[in-house]
Every structure is written in C-alpha cells, then in structure tokens.
C-alpha cells in the first residue's frame, strides 16, 4: 500500500544574522504558513572570515520564540562535542518553555566548528557520543532520578516532576546525518533526520536507505512521515538571475567544505557532475584561494543539486523533485543580498509555491 505523505516546509538561518532581523524572518515564515516552522543552525566564528559575527544559538531560538506562537522553533544543529548533554538539555528546556512546547532540539558533528577544539574524532566517535548525548537528555526531560555511565559521558540527578510543573517530558531530538553511520543512527535512536546543505535528490534516496537499515536492526518501525529534512540553499524572486546570483556564492562555500571537512564523495557525486567538476575547488583550497571560487559555479551544478533558486516557477519544479525523492521537512536556507530579499523569498515559498507542492509518495 502506497502512503501519502504531506511535505512540510520550514525556513533556516545560521545565527550570525542580526536578532532583529531573525525576528522578522520568523514572523514572516509564520505569517506565511510555512509549518515546518523556524529553524537556527548554531554558527560560529570562522564565519568571521565572510565578515560575518555569531551570535549564541539558544539566544537567538529565545528570540525568534517571541516572534512567533504557532511554528515549530527548531535548531538544526548545535554539536555535542560543545556542551555536555546536560547543559545542551537545559538549554532545550529554557526554549521548549519558552516557545509553548513548539521547540525541536536538533544534534549534529558541526566539523567546522568543532576543528578549532582539542578533540579526537578518531577516538570521540560521532555515533557512539550522540546515542549517550541523546540518552541523558531524554532522562533530563523525562524528569525521573538517574544514574548513567557511558564510553564518553556520565551523569547523576535527583527526580523532578516536569510534568506537574506544566514542563514537556519527551522533546523530539533529530539528528544531522552527512555519513552512513550516522543515518543508520538516525534511523535507530532519533526522533527526525537532518540532511547537510548540497543535498542532492539521489543523497536524500541514499540517505534514507541508511536510515531504514539502522531501524530495522533496531527493530524499529518508522512511520512514512518520520521527518527528513534537509538544508537547502534558497533564493526566490521574480528575477530567477538575481535569484542564482545569490545562491552562487553560498554553493561554493558548500561545495569547499564538503571537500575540506565533510569529505564525504557520495554529496558530490550524487549531483551527477563528474568529479574533474571539482577539480578547481580542490585546487583554491591547495593555493588557499577556496574563498574565491564562485566563478566555478555555474547555473547547471546548482540545478543538480537541487538548490532551490530562481522564479517561483523554477522554485516549484526544484523542490518538487527534492519531496518526490522523500525529503518531507525541506529547510530553506534563505540566503538574499539583503534583509527585504530574504523577507521576499520567505512570502514567495509560502505563498506561491508551497501550496502547490504534490504530496509524496
């Protein structure tokens, strides 16, 4: 039996924008009835190389809260290398109360932001340091007395009843899967799957693949709207050139740092480009130039990877295709030359093309 599934459709900043303009971003994405509501992606400071300044990741969720009241408030995401799994949940909490139970905690490796700490991937492992992330959050929500001993966490507390207190017990955690592994962990312990940017219709296939094996060896069902999303570049306007024009730049910064930090070849590959197409971002980040090479995106490498860039027409046919291919959570990284930009492609998705968005398979 074929089951339809309704594709929801948010809006996704990093948080080195302005908290007065977040503020504006979500009211609009609410008022434009994007339901798949507002999301923050923890930036940091290497975004000062773009001239660009971080602001805290739960700050900025605490403002974007207050311009909204029906929305989901997300992030998408903050690292578990950052901050022990007992902070990160009572900083999850703080929002959770906050927004009125609207509030979607999202985990994920943040390579770029975690390169600068003295951590050891090798010997942190990723899956093994988010499954023990989750588990003491979930017991911190939960509100019950516990005592826990992992391989890379430990934590005791005393009981507290949240509920009594009008306090959610259970906070969905979704978890942002660039690698294999960690979609298989997605599929097994999560509450939702986060793609990276660059996510390609035959990733999201590839992706979800993972994910359904890491819940069957979990003897796990997953409902057919178990979330999916992914961050999607995106820029809309009536002039589709000013559109790609603005996604251009942000492409590339993607596609230097799947090479440099994620180096994962199935991103890549799943556009369909053949690999000498990279060859002149390999060679900026060996000459140190990688942050000059927008010159090397062309219209046809955006096309095929799905960024979501153009007229509200073009807009339409590129994120049918990335729902068609199971992503029912996508998450419009919105990226103008200016605040009234951004506020335009926000009313442009949400009112021209997401109600006409077929359902998906």
Same mark, same amino acid.
């Given at each position: 039996?074929?089951?339809?599934?309704?594709?929801?459709?948010?809006?996704?900043?990093?948080?080195?924008?302005?908290?007065?303009?977040?503020?504006?971003?979500?009211?609009?994405?609410?008022?434009?009835?994007?339901?798949?509501?507002?999301?923050?992606?923890?930036?940091?400071?290497?975004?000062?190389?773009?001239?660009?300044?971080?602001?805290?990741?739960?700050?900025?969720?605490?403002?974007?809260?207050?311009?909204?009241?029906?929305?989901?408030?997300?992030?998408?995401?903050?690292?578990?290398?950052?901050?022990?799994?007992?902070?990160?949940?009572?900083?999850?909490?703080?929002?959770?109360?906050?927004?009125?139970?609207?509030?979607?905690?999202? @985990?994920?490796?943040?390579?770029?932001? $975690?390169?600068?700490?003295?951590?050891?991937?090798?010997?942190?492992?990723?899956?093994?340091?988010? &499954?023990?992330?989750?588990?003491?959050?979930?017991?911190?929500?939960?509100?019950?007395?516990?005592? %826990?001993?992992?391989? %890379?966490?430990?934590?005791?507390?005393?009981?507290?009843?949240?509920?009594?207190?009008?306090?959610?017990?259970? @906070?969905? $955690?979704?978890?942002?899967?660039?690698?294999?592994?960690?979609?298989?962990?997605?599929?097994?312990?999560?509450?939702?799957?986060?793609?990276?940017?660059?996510?390609?219709?035959?990733?999201?296939?590839?992706?979800?693949?993972?994910?359904?094996?890491?819940?069957?060896?979990?003897?796990?069902?997953?409902?057919?709207?178990?979330?999916?999303?992914?961050?999607?570049?995106?820029?809309?306007? &009536?002039?589709?050139?000013?559109?790609?024009?603005?996604? &251009?730049?942000?492409?590339?910064?993607?596609?230097?740092?799947? $090479?440099?930090? $994620?180096?994962?070849?199935?991103?890549?590959?799943?556009?369909?480009?053949?690999?000498?197409?990279?060859?002149?971002?390999?060679?900026?980040?060996?000459?140190?130039? /990688?942050?000059?090479?927008?010159?090397?995106?062309?219209?046809?490498?955006?096309?095929?990877?799905?960024? @979501?860039?153009?007229?509200?027409?073009?807009?339409?046919?590129?994120? /049918?295709?990335?729902?068609?291919?199971?992503?029912?959570?996508?998450?419009?990284?919105?990226?103008?030359?200016?605040?009234?930009?951004?506020?335009?492609?926000?009313?442009?998705?949400?009112?021209?093309?997401?109600?006409?968005?077929?359902?998906?398979?």
């Amino acid at each position: 039996m074929t089951v339809s599934v309704n594709p929801k459709v948010g809006v996704i900043f990093k948080s080195y924008e302005p908290l007065a303009s977040m503020q504006a971003y979500a009211y609009q994405t609410e008022q434009s009835k994007l339901m798949g509501g507002f999301w923050i992606a923890e930036a940091y400071h290497w975004f000062r190389q773009y001239g660009l300044e971080a602001r805290g990741c739960f700050t900025t969720l605490a403002a974007v809260s207050m311009a909204t009241a029906k929305i989901p408030i997300g992030l998408g995401i903050t690292s578990p290398y950052m901050r022990h799994p007992t902070i990160q949940a009572s900083e999850a909490a703080g929002i959770d109360e906050l927004s009125g139970g609207r509030f979607i905690m999202g @985990i994920g490796v943040g390579k770029v932001g $975690i390169e600068y700490l003295e951590y050891d991937i090798e010997k942190l492992r990723p899956v093994g340091i988010h &499954r023990e992330s989750m588990a003491i959050m979930r017991k911190v929500f939960a509100g019950e007395a516990y005592q %826990y001993q992992g391989k %890379y966490f430990e934590s005791s507390m005393p009981a507290f009843d949240r509920a009594a207190a009008g306090l959610r017990t259970e @906070i969905p $955690i979704y978890v942002g899967a660039t690698g294999p592994f960690m979609q298989k962990l997605s599929g097994s312990d999560s509450d939702g799957m986060l793609l990276a940017g660059l996510t390609s219709p035959a990733f999201v296939r590839y992706a979800r693949a993972n994910m359904a094996a890491g819940a069957a060896k979990a003897g796990r069902v997953l409902p057919p709207d178990f979330p999916v999303g992914g961050v999607i570049l995106c820029a809309c306007s &009536r002039d589709g050139d000013k559109a790609r024009a603005a996604t &251009r730049p942000y492409t590339g910064t993607y596609v230097v740092n799947k $090479i440099r930090n $994620i180096k994962n070849d199935v991103i890549l590959s799943g556009s369909g480009l053949p690999d000498s197409a990279w060859e002149p971002f390999r060679q900026a980040i060996a000459d140190g130039t /990688q942050d000059n090479v927008t010159r090397y995106v062309t219209d046809e490498m955006m096309r095929k990877f799905t960024v @979501i860039s153009g007229t509200p027409e073009d807009c339409l046919e590129i994120t /049918q295709e990335l729902v068609d291919a199971g992503l029912n959570l996508p998450l419009l990284e919105v990226v103008g030359a200016s605040e009234a930009d951004n506020l335009e492609t926000i009313r442009l998705m949400g009112e021209e093309v997401v109600p006409r968005l077929r359902l998906a398979a």
